[in-house]
């Protein structure tokens, strides 16, 4: 895995390296020329003794001992180079920036396979294959350009992708993001993005290491590892946001229940970025923004000021920030009215803060210091400050770097001009500061970042079950559905409250059970998939006559074994539904029931096993929140007890994870219960 070899090697050798700067082979010696690698540098070329001015040999034997090798080479070649360097050379860490392998057919996979075992046994560190390389502070060990400015306060940044590695880093460049590290897995042979997390993360020093990562994820194929190292990460102090490309794949997967349906692989990816507390982003100018974001003082409070000398920006920046849970709170009284009086006429202070455009640096100075120092109501800043091109704006972006220094309250610099004031832009960049040159990006970008919560608490309470009874029906079913006695008895032993019932499967039978529930009764098919489809649900049940009429027309239906009776509740209608997902374990999810989960599908999903307290986040982050609280003086649903039942079918799921859907549809909830009406259970062994 990763070593000193690579990240840190004395020498390095270009297997494949050539004067041809248009190649892979070429292109990686010139970077490594021009960003001043201070070891020692060697090429292996068959046809030349020196190659850009650095000695070559004509084959790996002839090479004398070397740290890392990086080859641009066919792949047939590199089982046989790979082996000479580890066996004869001590060579421990390799860069592989060839194609032709795992990607290509099985036989290539196999010499990817026999490469990851050669390096593997003498615990090697190997990037890729099929990568555009590795770099960091040491070395610019990649074939492609731009090469950005590489700082150990800059990001770590990993991608399943080179090509979009490249096209992030040239998002992210001309805003003045810097880098620390950024690793092409390619093909993720013998690291994926998953390994270097878990890499940074155990290697995380709090003095040296960087404090923002950035992922760009193709395929999630170690979720686990991502939940862990992310959470970690970021309880030391870290920032991270990822791109999960593919997000539309496999949403409309034919599925047998609510949760099934709704519970695609995409969801489960939101529910691991959330639980692991990563900012979640879905283009490179998002990521970029958010990283740029992460390179400020954390928001402490979400009530900000917009200062700017043009209205339109100010707006559009009101709307973006307010439309995602920001504030722009109304500034006014005494120190308000005495900032006026530094300002020319026609000025505003109420927020956004207008100086005009006719305003000075010498006003923006003291607009920021009234926001730092007199204006309780203010957390953070964002100074929209662009050019019509008439004069020079140096003294602005001067002053805005000096008070960025001193301020305690973070301050987002919005600067449009790029072109106008382009040279201004460049010097305030090589100050180390970073510009937003959009601001609806930026604000859209901030609301999320401060919307995305910490990681979830890696000690949770959760509440108690049976587990042994548990199992025990789990162990004693075979594949499909539970039978209703099943699922009655796998209810109680998960605490989980449900309405009283009968499974019936003689008209006799019914009368006598519906009398007994009270004569205000439902029934319903046992066997159907979707009940109300096929005629299979009657409510409002009150006479013996309708009982045993209705349950000689419903035993009749198709796929029918028999009637489930029970009384006849009100409430409104309540959703938790569980799905094991593949590699992620089960996603569990909530929201308002009934016909409602169909027509809305307003759902929140986690990952299990959830806390009563994660479950009540996931409940009052639905967007159907208000009928669950109580809207318009209609009564509201007891929210405690519906995450509590969230929280234990999350735990049922964990005990059990036979479990392959779930689906409590509806619940009815009140203020004082809230119980289970319906049920289905499918087990997968």
Partial sequence: MINQQLLNPKSIVIVGGSNAINKPGGKVLKNLIDFNFKGDLMVVNQKEAEVQGKKSYPD?????????????????????TVEILVREKNTRAFIILSAGFSEENHESALLEKQIVEIINSVDGSLIGPNCIGFLNSNYAGVFTTPIPKLDTNGCDFISGSGATAVFIMEAGMPKGLTFSSVYSVGNSAQMGVEEVLKYLDESFDPETSSKVKLLYIENVKKPDLILKHASSLIRK?????????????AGSRAASSHTGALASPDLAVDALFKKAGIVRCYGREELTTVASIFMHPELTGKRIAIITHAGGPAVMLTDSLSNG????????????????????PGSSVANPIDFLATGTAEQLGKIIDYCENDFNEIDAMAVIFGSPGLFEVYDVYELLNEKMKTCKKPIFPILPSIINVSKEIDKFISYGRINFPDEVVFGNALAKVFATQKPV????????????????????????????????QMLDAAGISRAGEAVVTSASDAV????????????????????????????????????EKEFERMIKIKDTTAILIQPMLSGTELFVGAKKEDKFGHMVLCGLGGIFIEVLKDVKAGLAPISEFDSLSMIKGLKSYGIIKGARG???????????????????????????????????????????????IRIEK
């Fill in 325 to 344: 849970g920001l504030e722009v709170p109304h500034i006014e009284g005494e120190k308000a009215t005495e900032l006026l009086t530094h300002l020319y």
């Fill in 237 to 249: 102090g870290c920032r991270i946001a990822a791109i999960k490309s593919g997000s539309s794949e």
């Fill in 512 to 547: 006598s059970s519906a009398t007994s529930l009270g004569l205000h009764v439902v029934m319903k098919v046992v066997g159907p998939v979707h009940k109300s489809d096929v005629g299979g649900v009657v409510l409002n049940v009150k006479d013996i006559a309708t009982v």
């Fill in 457 to 488: 608490s890696e000690k949770v309470t959760l509440p108690k079950v049976d587990e042994k009874k548990i199992r025990q029906i789990i162990d004693s079913a075979e594949n499909g559905y539970l039978k209703p006695s099943d699922i009655q």
């Fill in 60 to 80: 790996v034997k002839s090479l004398p001992q070397v740290d890392l090798a990086i080859l641009a080479i066919a792949a047939k070649y590199c089982v046989e």
């Fill in 634 to 680: 209609q009564e509201g649903v007891n929210e405690q007890m519906f995450a509590e039942i969230v929280s234990r079918v999350s735990v049922l799921v964990s005990v059990a994870p036979e479990i392959f859907e779930m689906d409590l549809n509806p619940l009815l909830g009140k203020k004082d219960k809230v119980v289970a009406v319906d049920a289905r």
